[in-house]
């Protein structure tokens, strides 16, 4: 008897081809914009049936902007001294913090094939005469497995919801204490009070009016915060929608019928990553409806395990948004900036464990 076959694991989004062939075609990470791609890919034959590839994003850039993983006061100390730190190389998903794996592979990877990009990525150094590598938001598992003396590690702060198994929102913020889940459906029922409806679409069904609307959306948002324009153009959105669209989805909040906010997530098989959003005018707690509480429900009638709300944010802790170490590895050419850096990160970890464990403190649920 035949079965049904199922359907293949969603995997982590920004790293499959389709979202980086994205990127560099739409022409938002390209030489052209400071993102010069110079991916590296491994290929061995255990035999002649078996092929082993891994795949690996390296971009040679001559800014530090859409990063996450802020170098600029680094970048100042080499100006000071009149040495270059630009170019420099990053292993990184352009514009996109979010922790996850960085190496692509059709088989497990080795400590070994790790080793031979870590070689590679220093002969590109080598010949680009980049000051720098920078191995941004890695996986644990990827940066267990990237373990070399060459590289610094450096930490910092992300706050994530986790899913202990609730069967609702309901059930979710049964387990805080009583006043911050007062607070919780105040600022929902506030939503409510506004006469906004929230919808979520999903893949091929998010709708061209909804899609054209985020991206003014988008727009206007880096406008409003520093007068530039987002780092995706308009091409990039439109091509991803189309080759991942079962990966994609975008919360809506209405208004008689009349789109007025969007937030746009992405997800995976465990994860729920909510990366954009913007709105026509201002309106009370709608940030956090859309940013949080949708992509919390949203998770939870998916069983995902876990949902990545974006970088920063310290008013994600009250609402449930757990502080999580983030890492990234740097490998410094100049041996005395990489003494001087190598003190620096000693000094901000002590910070960055200082500041989990305050937050930890502030998180709203019972002791119980």
């Known amino acids: 008897m035949s079965s049904v076959p199922s359907h293949p694991p969603l995997k982590y989004p920004f790293?499959?081809?389709?979202?980086?062939?994205?990127?560099?075609?739409?022409?938002?990470?390209?030489?052209s914009s400071g993102w010069a791609p110079i991916h590296l890919l491994l290929e061995q034959a255990d035999?002649?049936?078996?092929?082993?590839?891994?795949?690996m994003p390296l971009y040679l850039k001559d800014h530090s902007m859409g990063e996450y993983v802020f170098d600029m006061a680094w970048a100042n100390a080499y100006h000071e001294n009149g040495l270059d730190y630009y170019p420099k190389l990053v292993t990184a998903i352009p514009f996109t913090p979010s922790v996850g794996p960085r190496v692509r592979t059709n088989q497990p990877i080795s400590k070994q094939?790790?080793?031979?990009?870590?070689?590679?990525?220093?002969?590109?150094?080598?010949?680009?005469?980049?000051?720098?590598?920078?191995?941004?938001?890695?996986?644990?598992?990827?940066?267990?497995?990237?373990?070399?003396?060459?590289l610094l590690q450096r930490s910092g702060v992300q706050y994530h919801w986790h899913n202990r198994g609730y069967s609702s929102f309901d059930d979710y913020t049964a387990r805080m204490m009583s006043r911050k889940r007062k607070m919780v459906r105040k600022e929902r029922a506030d939503i409510v009070r506004q006469?906004?409806?929230?919808?979520?679409?999903?893949?091929?069904?998010?709708?061209?009016?909804?899609?054209?609307?985020?991206?003014?959306?988008?727009?206007?948002?880096?406008?409003?915060?520093n007068g530039t324009r987002g780092y995706l153009t308009e091409?990039?959105?439109?091509?991803?929608?189309?080759?991942?669209?079962?990966?994609?989805?975008?919360?809506?909040?209405?208004?008689?019928?009349?789109?007025v906010a969007c937030a746009l997530y992405f997800f995976d098989e465990e994860t729920?990553?909510?990366?954009?959003?913007?709105?026509?005018?201002?309106?009370?707690?709608?940030?956090?409806?859309?940013?949080?509480?949708?992509?919390?429900?949203?998770?939870?009638?998916?069983?995902?395990?876990?949902?990545?709300?974006?970088?920063?944010?310290?008013?994600?802790?009250?609402?449930?948004?757990?502080?999580?170490?983030t890492h990234s590895l740097h490998w410094i050419k100049h041996p005395q900036f990489r003494d001087a850096i190598a003190r620096f990160l000693v000094r901000e970890k002590e910070s960055i464990d200082e500041h989990i464990k305050q937050a930890q403190e502030m998180l709203p649920y019972r002791k119980d």
């Open 235 to 259: 091409a990039f959105f439109q091509q991803i929608a189309v080759t991942m669209p079962e990966q994609i989805a975008i919360a809506v909040a209405w208004i008689d019928e009349i789109p």
């Open 113 to 150: 094939d790790c080793s031979q990009l870590i070689n590679e990525v220093l002969e590109v150094a080598e010949e680009t005469d980049a000051s720098s590598w920078h191995y941004l938001f890695p996986s644990v598992e990827h940066l267990n497995m990237f373990d070399d003396p060459r």
């Open 272 to 325: 729920l990553y909510g990366r954009y959003w913007g709105s026509v005018d201002e309106f009370p707690y709608l940030h956090f409806e859309l940013c949080y509480y949708s992509g919390i429900e949203f998770a939870i009638s998916r069983g995902l395990k876990r949902y990545d709300a974006g970088a920063q944010g310290e008013h994600k802790i009250v609402r449930g948004f757990e502080p999580v170490e």
């Open 195 to 225: 006469g906004i409806n929230i919808t979520i679409e999903v893949g091929s069904d998010i709708s061209d009016q909804v899609w054209q609307l985020f991206y003014q959306l988008y727009e206007r948002t880096y406008i409003k915060r």
């Open 47 to 55: 035999s002649e049936e078996n092929q082993n590839s891994a795949f």
């Open 15 to 31: 790293l499959r081809q389709e979202f980086l062939q994205a990127l560099e075609e739409s022409h938002s990470a390209c030489e």
